[in-house]
């Protein structure tokens, strides 16, 4: 999927409603755009949080963990700059609220464009929570190689402990393995 593409298109599109609309529409509707703004950039902070899987390391493929590291340090960056995107719509909104009570001389020209700003941030910031959704389901793969790869090395340590246990008991009965 090509989210360039996908970004550039929904900040089109928000711009575009959003001044089309005008400030009007924007402050009529500010509490529940905060709170849909508001709940994206508590979605991120929670997904802030999310640790690495608990494995023992040793047992890991040394390049399924590089891959699993980088993808999480990739996945990072972008929680980042989508909480400030995020932080910056949340104070964009204000701003539109301010402005529809000054009594300045060109509020409507002032507030077109601060509300078409608001809407090319909502379009980013929700191409952005796309984005993070499909780089979460990439995390998700990568740390599913990295789990079967440790079980794998589990598994291969236990037979290797059985076959040993066989050879010794072979060796006591002093039968020579082939």
């Known amino acids: 999927m090509n989210f360039l593409a996908l970004s550039v298109i929904l900040m089109f599109l928000g711009g575009f409603a959003l001044?089309?609309?005008?400030?009007?529409f924007v402050v009529h509707n500010i509490s529940a755009l905060l709170s849909v703004v508001s709940i994206m950039a508590a979605a991120?902070?929670?997904?802030l949080n999310r640790g690495v899987p608990s494995v023992d390391w040793k047992s890991v493929a040394p390049?399924?963990?590089?891959?699993l590291l980088d993808g999480i340090e990739k996945i990072t960056r972008a929680y980042v700059i989508t909480f400030i995107v995020a932080l910056v719509c949340i104070g964009t909104i204000f701003a539109v609220g301010l402005i529809d009570g000054s009594q300045m001389v060109y509020k409507a020209q002032v507030a077109f464009a601060i509300t078409s700003i608001f809407g090319i941030l909502f379009g980013l910031l929700s191409?952005?929570?796309v984005y993070i959704i499909w780089l979460d389901?990439?995390?998700v793969r990568l740390q599913?190689?990295?789990i079967m790869s440790a079980a794998e090395n589990v598994e291969v340590e236990q037979q290797k402990q059985i076959a040993y246990k066989k050879i010794d008991a072979m060796e006591k009965v002093r039968i020579t393995p082939l």
């Open 19 to 24: 001044g089309s609309a005008g400030s009007d």
């Open 127 to 129: 191409s952005r929570m």
């Open 144 to 146: 599913r190689a990295v």
């Open 137 to 139: 389901l990439d995390i």
């Open 44 to 47: 991120i902070l929670v997904r």
């Open 63 to 67: 390049d399924y963990l590089s891959n």
